[in-house]
Structures are given as C-alpha cells and as structure tokens.
C-alpha cells in the first residue's frame, strides 16, 4: 500500500489537471488517477471550444502558467431570431481589452497535461479505474481495478458529471435532464468580425458562434433531444443550410463544416461538497448547461479559492482538515447557486415563446444601460 502521497486527485481532464499542477506547486505530492491512457484522453477528440473570462485566463495563468493559443474576445452579440432586442457588450465597455478568450478543448488539455507532467510532485496512474474507496483514521484509500491500493490524507474526484467515485460516498446529488443536445462543429463565414462572439435564440435551437481566427469559429447548436435525429442524419451541405437559416446571413454564409461532435445537457449539483476527506470538484460538484458558457469558469474560481485555502494546512491534522473544506464550502456555495440559478433560468426563460417580447425587452434595456452590462459581467464572474 502507498502512503506517500498527500493527494490523490482521480480524473485526468481540464479540472483535475489544473489543480495537479497548482497543488504541486505548493510542494504537495500529488498522485493522478486517470481511467483513460494520457496518450488517449476523453479531450482529445472532443470538439468544443471553450470560453473563459478575463478573469478565467488570468487564473488559469496564475494556476499553470502562460495560456495555450487562444482568440481573445472583445464583442459579445446576443439576439434572438424576429426580435427587435439586442445586447452587444463591448470590451471596452467594461473598461477591459478583452472579456474573455476562445481555447479549443484539444489544444487547452495538451497545454495542462504537458505543464501537469513537467512537475515533480506529480505521480501518474493511467490507465487505472478507482474499483472502491473507505475512509478511516484520517486517511482516504482507494482500491484500483487489478488490486493496488493508494492511500492520502485528502482525495478530490474531478471524473466529471458521471463520477462512479461519487457514488461511494454519502453526497446527495441533484440531477436534471433538459432534454436537450448539443451540436459542435468549426465552420467558416464569409462575414464573420474577428474576436466577435455571438448567441442567437430561435424557437428551433440556440446558436453560439466562438471566433477561432479571422474566418473560422465553432458553432454550438443545442437542439431538443427529440429533434436531434433529425439533424444527426443530415449530410454536411444540409447541415449548413438548415442552420444558415436559424442565423441568418449577417456574418456572411457558412461553410467548410468539420467534424461534428454532440452530447447531452444535464445539471448536476451537490450542495455539500465534501464527505470526510474527499471533495468533489469540476462537473463532479456541479454541471451547468452550457447556455452562458460558465462551467469551466466557475470551476477555476473554486480551484483558486481551494489552492488558496490549503496553503499551510496540515493534511494530517484532521480538525485544519474539516476547517479547511468547510471553509471552502462556505465561501464558494453561493456562486456555485448563483450559477446554477442564472444558467436553468435560462433554459428556462428561452423556451417559452410567449415570453419573447419580454425577452427583446430585456435584451433592449440591457443594451442602453451600460451599469446594466458592467452588473451582469461581475456577476458571471462571481463578483
């Protein structure tokens, strides 16, 4: 049995990378367990791109070091198809060069793993599957597939929304399924402004589109569960023609469609995140849908709070242990609501067609109230 690590951090992905290579560099030995091989991780054919904030990038940067390539964002335009309401946010604006950054999901994965495997202080276990987990004496330890045991004083699952390792504990997890999938894929446009970001809302669909360079972006087309037969089985030439209409031509025709990647929008939630000496972090704690692009967002914020708090604790003292997590707890709940609240009302309000003036009109007062933008920006942000 291994007793020489003072974490074990169990997934691989965006979160447990970041926080392999933050915590290792507070001279914290840390032990990863990945199901997947590193040479085959789950990023590395997803096709989504992601956006961070500007105060996303500049955490990340402080976590890992300097950002992969990205496009900065400096125009946010949200509309919605037939309505007179639209909200443009300009950087500028908010007094900011830029609101955010575009990093596509492959190239930001590569970036954590390279700087996650530079760090001394990080061991691998890849392939490997947690098979069970007991908690006793103040140490968490974990039995994997073919029978090694590893043992540490404090264990994070950062699996994602479908934890198995969750599941052995006593967390109450809420789930809601929207019925809902999303489509992605990098198109072109003739028209498109470069570091412009746009959503628009349609009785068919939501559209994203999120700048990848001059002439390419990533659309993000989230349908009803039920229609999404339909434009699973369209070839590429139909697939572009048919959400050509629910955009419109004011960023010019669609073209050049790659591979298209799809997946289902669920919310998870667990309002207490730890149990004893294991915390639960990334999708594991809380999945949003993706209509306002803060999962990965509001999961940077916890891991800067959560890196902050463990400077100096004494993973063996179990009294600053419990103190530590529920301080955590305590000062990261109410964005993790706030999020979660923000994001299903979303949902929500977008698909209630009788609701559509109300919507332009909130869309309208929002666009000529620049407080208005500068509220709604801090609160994305957690502020």
Not at 34 to 51: I, K, N, Q, V
Not at 82 to 104: C, M, N, P, T, Y
Not at 261 to 267: F, I, K
Request: charged letters at 15%; aromatic letters at 6%.
């Amino acid at each position: 049995m291994n007793t020489l690590d003072d974490i074990i951090i169990v997934g691989a992905g965006f979160v447990g990378l970041t926080l392999a290579c933050a915590l290792a560099r507070l001279n914290r030995r840390i032990r990863v367990i990945e199901s997947r091989p590193l040479s085959e991780p789950s990023y590395s054919t997803d096709g989504r791109a992601l956006a961070l904030s500007s105060l996303s990038c500049q955490m990340l940067t402080d976590l890992v070091g300097a950002l992969p390539t990205h496009t900065p964002i400096v125009n946010v335009e949200v509309s919605e198809q037939g309505s007179f309401g639209k909200l443009h946010v300009q950087a500028q604006d908010l007094g900011l060069e830029r609101i955010g950054a575009v990093i596509q999901a492959p190239q930001l994965g590569e970036h954590l793993l390279k700087q996650a495997q530079t760090e001394q202080n990080i061991s691998w276990l890849s392939p490997a599957k947690v098979e069970q987990l007991t908690q006793e004496n103040n140490t968490v330890t974990v039995k994997l597939e073919y029978g090694q045991c590893l043992s540490a004083p404090l264990l994070i699952v950062a699996e994602g929304a479908h934890s198995w390792t969750r599941t052995q504990c006593t967390f109450a997890t809420v789930t809601h399924d929207y019925q809902q999938m999303a489509i992605t894929a990098n198109v072109s446009l003739t028209a498109l402004r470069p570091h412009h970001a746009y959503q628009r809302f349609t009785p068919q669909a939501t559209l994203a589109l999120l700048p990848l360079n001059e002439k390419r972006a990533t659309l993000v087309l989230t349908v009803k569960a039920h229609d999404y037969p339909h434009w699973q089985g369209l070839n590429d030439a139909d697939f572009l023609a048919q959400a050509q209409a629910l955009l419109g031509f004011k960023l010019g025709l669609l073209s050049e469609l790659g591979p298209r990647h799809a997946y289902p929008l669920q919310a998870v939630f667990v309002e207490k995140a730890y149990d004893g000496r294991v915390l639960l972090m990334g999708n594991a704690a809380h999945t949003l849908n993706p209509i306002a692009a803060q999962g990965l967002n509001l999961s940077l914020r916890d891991i800067s709070v959560f890196v902050e708090l463990l400077i100096g604790v004494d993973l063996n003292d179990q009294n600053a242990v419990t103190e530590c997590l529920a301080h955590y707890q305590a000062l990261r709940l109410n964005d993790q609501k706030n999020m979660l609240r923000l994001t299903d009302g979303l949902v929500k309000l977008t698909a209630r067609p009788e609701l559509k003036r109300l919507r332009s009109l909130g869309l309208l007062g929002l666009d000529v109230l620049p407080f208005a933008k500068r509220r709604l920006y801090d609160y994305l942000l957690g502020v």
